[in-house]
């Protein structure tokens, strides 16, 4: 094997990251970007751990019991009502006077996150030392917490940054917890804690530079703070922290690719087609290559964990040769593009697209196909990309010229903005300019990578995809402060926030320390309001 981890694969069954978008039959389209999303970490079973108790010993309910908050559907105009935002919460830690520790996974279904109330996760570690209740908000228009019946246009235009936003101030002053004294727990009247990680971790930084004081203290993990429309950093941390020679092999790959699809050649584009059977994508030629994107963005679901992972089978099915691994130089762009053909023919494709054929699966150029129109609700990636049509952008293409690059430069921006006409022609009509996300307009009314803020840790890793998005972003170099402290570890996507996590990796488990000891303070120095 080309990298040895060490560690136990078992973990990926309590934290898994779903990095590609469902069609409407189910079957996943793999030439949609992965969202910058929080890994599941799942809550011990009853039969694993016996019944969830206070600290006086009251049995109570299940980490997987659901609750629900009249939410308003829009917090500009009260007087449309409101809908039912879907939370999970539990007060096994909770003493009188503790905080209330806040977190949403963000863009996902948050069923199934309830391992977040748990101590499996920093959420729970905060609220086990600091002796709070633990809560998981459902993010409007995702799951099941949907302000209306359906993800059209119509219904869309009440989801944005700022609405969710002021969603969690709404929440956070009017709930009433199912626990002891659940009434009188607002902000003013105990000390709460926002806790998020990737987009909800920006979503954190975010809310506090909007809602200054609302919250005592907060936790971001992988946040990606600042906006960026063309996005090609988010494969310069796989690039730097890959095996070499997978990293030389990929590049020789990629290059030759982007050559012979450029070219007029049609035998020498027909006869690279082949090689992953992409015949049928023609004439979009940027379809075929930027599927292969895809043996990239398995890293995202690396942890230190999780062990060896999908992305690593790649790397040896390029680099492991009769049993001899490659040198750092890999074995050539020969060798790699056959052995890439084989393993993306033999054993990827059917993973990832099953039985649907390649157009199905790969293409993005049929304005009518069903991934586009389809508005049902509980539809994540629909969601999640209107914000990012919108307001962030995160478009992961090739790098520049002048820098490698592991993935083709055939695809850029307009790629992306040309399915935000498809995915919202209403909004986007397809006869009109493309659309272009307002990402200086969200970093400005956010500060972006210059928030500053009291009581607010960043928590980062080296090998994290979304690294360039964050607060540890190359050439950013920004102080770690007393008030605003940046931890570094040497960790993937948010591993920081599993405990599993630094429990391998000593880098992940002094960032998770440095917070308890931040919070901690934070938290004393709370005092009632006077209001």
């Given amino acids: 094997m080309v990298l040895k981890l060490g560690l136990a694969a078992s973990a990926l069954a309590v934290f898994v990251l779903g990095a590609h978008a469902l069609t409407s039959n189910g079957r996943i ?77 963000g863009e996902s279904n948050a069923d199934g996150y309830s391992g977040y109330l748990t101590n499996r996760t920093i959420n729970g570690q905060i609220a086990q030392q600091q002796n709070g209740s633990a809560i998981v908000l459902e993010h409007r ?89 063309d996005y090609w950093g988010y494969f310069q941390p796989i690039l730097e922290y890959m095996p070499s020679n997978c990293s030389a092999d990929v590049q020789a790959v990629i290059a030759h690719v982007d050559s012979v699809f450029s070219s007029k050649s049609e035998a020498a584009i027909n006869e690279l087609l082949l090689v992953w059977n992409f015949t049928t994508l023609r004439p979009h030629l940027d379809d075929a290559a930027g599927a292969l994107r895809n043996n990239l963005w398995d890293w995202q679901s690396l942890s230190p964990s999780s062990g060896y992972g999908t992305f690593f089978e790649f790397c040896d099915a390029l680099e492991v040769k009769n049993g001899v691994s490659a040198g ?3 074995w050539g762009l020969q060798h790699a593009l056959q052995a890439w053909g084989s393993f993306w023919n033999n054993t990827y494709y059917p993973e990832v697209c099953g039985d649907s054929d390649q157009v199905s699966c790969l293409g993005t150029y049929d304005p009518t196909a069903a991934y586009w129109t389809d508005t049902s609700i509980d539809n994540a990636s629909r969601s999640w990309t209107w914000i990012v049509c919108n307001e962030v952008g995160f478009f992961q293409e090739g790098a520049p010229k002048g820098h490698p690059t592991i993935v083709t430069r055939l695809v850029q921006p307009a790629y992306d903005e040309r399915q935000c006409t498809y995915w919202f022609p209403e909004a986007f009509p397809q006869n009109g300019p493309l659309p272009v996300p307002r990402v200086d307009e969200t970093n400005k009314a956010y500060d972006g990578w210059f928030v500053q803020a009291d009581r607010l840790f960043f928590a980062n890793g080296h090998r994290d995809p979304w690294r360039e998005a964050t607060k540890a972003a190359d050439g950013t170099h920004f102080p770690s402060t007393s008030q605003q402290p940046l931890a570094i570890s040497d960790g993937f996507h948010c591993s920081d926030l599993s405990t599993a996590n630094g429990k391998v990796d000593e880098t992940v488990l002094s960032v998770q320390q440095q917070a308890l000891k931040a919070i901690g303070p934070w938290l004393a120095a709370w005092k009632p309001s006077a209001h």
């Fill in 328 to 330: 750092p130089k890999g």
């Fill in 29 to 105: 389209h793999a030439n949609f970007p992965p969202r910058p999303s929080v890994p599941k970490v799942s809550a011990p079973t009853v039969e694993e751990a016996g019944p969830v108790t206070s600290r006086n010993g009251t049995v109570l309910p299940p980490y997987n019991t659901t609750y629900y908050f009249d939410q308003l559907i829009d917090h500009n105009n009260p007087s449309l009502g409101t809908f039912k935002q879907r939370y999970w919460h539990t007060y096994e830690f909770y003493e009188s006077g503790g905080p209330i520790v806040l977190f949403t996974p």
């Fill in 141 to 229: 228009f995702y799951g099941l917490s949907n302000p209306y019946p359906d993800l059209s246009v119509a219904s869309l235009k009440v989801h944005t940054i700022q609405q969710a936003i002021d969603d969690l101030e709404y929440f956070a002053k009017n709930v009433k917890l199912p626990q002891p004294n659940g009434d009188k727990v607002a902000p003013g009247q105990a000390p709460w804690v926002l806790v998020g990680g990737s987009y909800s971790g920006a979503l954190t930084s975010w809310t506090v530079v909007n809602k200054p004081n609302l919250f005592q203290a907060a936790y971001a993990s992988s946040a990606v703070v600042e906006s960026i429309t």
